[in-house]
């Protein structure tokens, strides 16, 4: 880490005037190493700078943050995102694939940088396809001098949570987008971790406070967190600070974080189990001998012994739609725009489940659409440029925009939104289909509603989303479950084009640009790339066509089986390749 001399300069000089700005700079290099973080499996998992767990990015609210990425993986792309950070005025910096950025291909390097002034509890991961459940995830804090809690707490400790496979994601992937899985059963985790491992000690003093930053930096699973005869007291969520609330329980969805006090007892005499439990509802099929828990212990005393968590009677957690931010921003009740996303999960003409908003599923275009935003002039707010499959919105400037999402589907699914922290207006229970706004789901709509960028849709529920577009920018909304992202349920929100081209024009550096010609990605015009006629989309990406009529997704799979058993001696080999569903 190396801070800048003008940041120095600035603090030895103008201190007492100024608000201290230091430029924190991480030299990250992207590659393979080997780790068996649940003494079960050793494998291939993606680290920096030859180590993993990867290291966590520290700022203090104010900083410039300079990441220079240099990717050694040798065998794939890469691109770093900073979950919940808002980059104003850097949408170039935001690390999606395909929207603001080209591909870090292999041998490739990638500058990120800018100023983060928000303050909270966050995460970095790749966003590229699929990537980031191989290792490529990791916390990023970024500190308040000014923190409305700093006098209640005497240390900070980060619990990491998530979910562990043994194999690698991308014959995972191969397999769970295919033919021979119709229903789209996601690939069940192998085990769970806290901080990138299992029966984890943290020391703890009596009568201190500490401060817990906890983060769900898993692909998939959900997780109940509880802490044995300690209570939690929420503070912060997802970047804001909230009401003091105390909870027994919390439930974090992947990409969720919170903020909790807890202080210790006054004695040494015993210590307490802490335990991360995966939502085993998201699974289709448990296997046998799955673990779901992770344990760890806070630990008082290192000679006394540390006793096994006890068995609860029901996960009751906390209702985080009861939280109440500190600033208590009052709800927008003036809605300017409305969008409806209506969810669905359902097979293509390839036999392969996909997930749908709107029929549509998501297929990344070949310009990313930051640069289509960039070389087509006025006709950016044309929503037809941007093709058939990205899930666009235009959004127009400082507007009161909602999202409602119909989960059409009996899975739960984080949704989380780039770029914007947005008002939880209503949330449904389970099994009620679609949102309708009626007199009784109005009056309900808090007064200073919960804020956080990624939430919980219910089984067959729906949410209600609100938040001003005041952040020019190519904002993607999407499920944080690695595999609906690959599957599709992703959504881009084009939020004042004719702003982002005032603040960027000409202005994308130049090694983003070299990793465009290095992973032969174009630049400029419409999502297929034409910069003659941006209305001509032929040559764009598509998602296969639909089953054709008459046909259901299992018979297609029989059809297809009969007629590769045509072929004795390609049977096995094509079995192989499509039926790796490893539980
Ligand atoms: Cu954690 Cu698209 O984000």
Not at 48 to 66: A, C, H, R, S
Not at 148 to 173: A, Q, R
Not at 208 to 229: C, H, P, S
Request: proline share 7%; charged share 15%; glycine share 8%.
């Amino acid at each position: 880490m190396t801070f800048s001399l003008y940041g120095i300069f600035l603090s030895i000089f103008w201190l007492p005037s100024l608000v201290r700005s230091d430029t924190v700079t991480y030299d990250f290099d992207v590659g393979w190493v080997y780790a068996n973080p649940d003494g079960a499996a050793n494998r291939p998992t993606i680290g920096i700078n030859g180590k993993w767990p990867i290291p966590p990015i520290v700022v203090t609210k104010g900083d410039q943050l300079v990441v220079n990425v240099k990717n050694s993986l040798g065998n794939e792309s890469t691109s770093l995102h900073f979950h919940g950070l808002y980059q104003n005025g850097t949408t170039h910096m935001d690390g999606p694939v395909s929207v603001t950025q080209c591909n870090i291909a292999p041998g490739g390097s990638f500058k990120y940088n800018f100023t983060v002034d928000q303050p909270g509890t966050y995460w970095y991961h790749s966003h590229v396809r699929g990537q980031y459940p191989d290792g490529l995830r990791g916390p990023f804090i970024v500190k308040d001098p000014d923190s409305p809690h700093k006098d209640l707490y005497d240390e900070e400790i980060v619990l990491t949570f998530s979910d562990w496979y043994h194999d690698l994601m991308n014959g995972l992937l191969a397999s769970f987008v295919n033919i021979a899985n119709p229903s789209g059963a996601e690939p069940v985790p192998n085990s769970a971790l806290v901080n990138d491992t299992q029966n984890l000690g943290i020391k703890i003093e009596p009568g201190k406070t500490y401060l817990f930053r906890m983060i769900n930096i898993g692909a998939f699973a959900a997780q109940y967190v509880w802490f044995e005869d300690h209570t939690m007291q929420i503070v912060e969520v997802d970047g804001i600070y909230t009401e003091p609330k105390d909870a027994e329980m919390l439930y974090l969805t992947a990409a969720q974080r919170y903020s909790v006090l807890i202080t210790a007892k006054n004695s040494t005499n015993a210590n307490f189990a802490f335990v991360g439990s995966m939502d085993q509802d998201l699974f289709d099929v448990v296997p046998d001998g799955l673990n779901a828990n992770v344990t760890g212990w806070l630990v008082y005393d290192d000679t006394k012994d540390k006793p096994a968590p006890k068995e609860i009677a029901a996960f009751e957690p906390f209702d985080d739609f009861e939280l109440v931010p500190q600033d208590k921003e009052g709800l927008y009740d003036k809605v300017d725009q409305s969008i409806t996303l209506d969810l669905k999960m359902d097979n293509l003409g390839d036999g392969a489940n996909y997930a749908f908003f709107n029929d549509v599923t998501y297929v990344h275009p070949k310009v990313p659409t930051l640069y289509t935003v960039l070389s087509t002039g006025e006709n950016a707010t044309n929503p037809i440029i941007y093709g058939s499959n990205t899930n666009q919105f235009m959004l127009s400037e400082n507007q009161v925009v909602e999202i409602v999402l119909n989960n059409n589907d009996p899975g739960k699914h984080p949704f989380h939104l780039h770029g914007h922290a947005f008002q939880v207006v209503h949330r449904s229970e389970d099994e009620v289909g679609a949102y309708s706004a009626n007199s009784s789901i109005i009056s309900a709509f808090p007064k200073s509603p919960m804020r956080r960028d990624t939430i919980l849709v219910r089984p067959n529920g729906n949410i209600v989303l609100r938040f001003r577009s005041d952040n020019p920018g190519v904002w993607l909304f999407h499920c944080h479950i690695e595999w609906h992202v690959a599957s599709g349920l992703v959504a881009t929100m084009i939020e004042s084009p004719l702003s982002i081209q005032k603040q960027l024009f000409g202005k994308i550096p130049q090694d983003h640009l070299d990793a465009c010609t290095l992973s032969k990605t174009p630049t400029a015009g419409n999502a297929a790339g034409n910069t003659q006629n941006l209305l001509d989309l032929s040559g764009e990406n598509k998602s296969p066509p639909p089953i054709p009529a008459g046909f259901e997704a299992r018979g297609i799979v029989a059809l297809v089986f009969s007629c590769v058993a045509a072929f004795v001696g390609m049977a096995v080999i094509v079995w192989y390749g499509m039926a790796p569903m490893k539980a």
